[in-house]
């Protein structure tokens, strides 16, 4: 029987809508026939797949999973169901087991309480893009497999966090025993896993609302807004600790701040890990996300490392990974993935660790090394509407405009996601959303005044195109 999703939640890396007016249960019904029945395909008809199964905390979610299980049962797949968890925990669930060849996790991410979705993996690779639309396709013509597959019950948790504790296998206990860490898990799903690693790590650990809640009751789980980090802040004051660990709501993004409550931003935190992987890694790729700081390419480079930018997201990010075998990736917006002694998807807990890890092996505090970070004066992500027909012509104009007549201050045009020019005063960055109908414009520079040249550099292109960079809108 054909089914029609809604046209906004078939998105570039997910699958995302407001439950109730885009997204429910015949959605996520629609999307585990969809799922299952190119797994299925994939293996061999004759094949009887295995898809392990989680969810996040939210309202929705135990309503989403159950009609999802029956979409991919009523397709021929085995299922798996680890429950509520942390997204890097279904990940770890399809990495760690040879038996499991898909995965898919419904969460709604950082986005509001109203929100649900799914991310998925597919035969160990991350299912985005064209196989996204492919399940609106399937869906559209009915063309599902038919079958009746088997569901199953699994505790990983213990497993899970026996693997994160492997992150500082090599460190001389006396290292860490002296440690005190605050963490902040936002009402998220990863509040659960977290308490049951804090209790194994060594040192001195506190924890702020581990407690998993749909409606996040004391800040919203995007640790790369500032104001989401004021609990953690005090925390961290209060208690003299040495740096303070924050979750998104679904556990695959990390945020931090050092011992003086300073934010470490994505960038500065790959920064960090990257001086400890490429200790052991000497040449290796290191991939970032092309809105990040020269300071990091710079840093890399420094210290031995091939910095490679990429374009943004986590499915892109991830496939870049395997395609260059690269050990270490991450983008501003605090997805980090580790392939050097890990899975190489994003785990926000395996990279609490690694920073652990890294001040332990490099011998310096958080803090000196966040302190050791050059200063770089750059702007928030700016993020503005532009009408969803529109965003793409008009990055497509501009892009035009800077290679073939760039004029004399760009030095550089680089078009790998967007446009990211290089001139003097430094950097600027213009690119539109894959998920959203907003342009996302971001510029560094070493002075205020070049700041303010780079800005106008980015309105003047704009305004070429007819557009203006109006008040900035949230993820």
Sequence with gaps: MAYQFDQTVLR????????????????ARAIGRGFGTLLRRAEGEGASPIVAVGYDGRVSSPMLEHALVEGLTASGCDVVKIGMSATPMLYYAEASSEEIQGGIQITGSHNPPNYNGFKMVFQGRPFFGSDIQKLGELAAAGDWLDGAGSVTECDIIGEYVERMLEGLVDIPADRLSTLKVGWDAGNGAAGPALEMLAARLPGEHHLLFTEVDGHFPNHHPDPTVEENLTD?????????????????????????????????????????????????????????????????????????????????????????MKETGSPLAGEMSGHVFFADTYYGFDDALYAGVRLIAAAARLGKTVTELRGAIPPMLNTPEMRFQVDEVRKFPAMAEVTERLTTNPGPSVEEVNATDGVRVNTADGWWLLRASNTQDVLVARAESDTAEGLDRLIAQIDEQLELSGLERGESVGH
């Excluded at 570039?12 to 959605?27: A, N």
């Excluded at 934010?263 to 991939?287: N, P, R, S």
């Excluded at 990040?292 to 496939?319: C, Q, Y």
């Design 12 to 27: 570039e890396y997910d699958i995302r809508g407001i439950i109730g007016e885009t997204l429910g249960p015949d959605d």
């Design 232 to 320: 953690l802040r005090a925390l961290v004051a209060e208690k003299n600790l040495d740096f303070g660990v924050a979750f998104d709501g679904d556990g695959d993004r990390i945020g931090a701040i050092d011992g003086e409550g300073r934010v470490i931003w994505g960038d500065q935190l790959l920064m960090i890990y990257a001086e400890d992987v490429l200790k052991t890694h000497q040449g290796a790729t290191i991939i970032a996300d092309v809105k990040a700081s020269r300071a990091l390419f710079d840093h890399v480079a420094a210290h031995g490392g091939e910095p490679l930018m990429w374009k943004t997201g986590h499915s892109l990010i991830k496939s870049k």
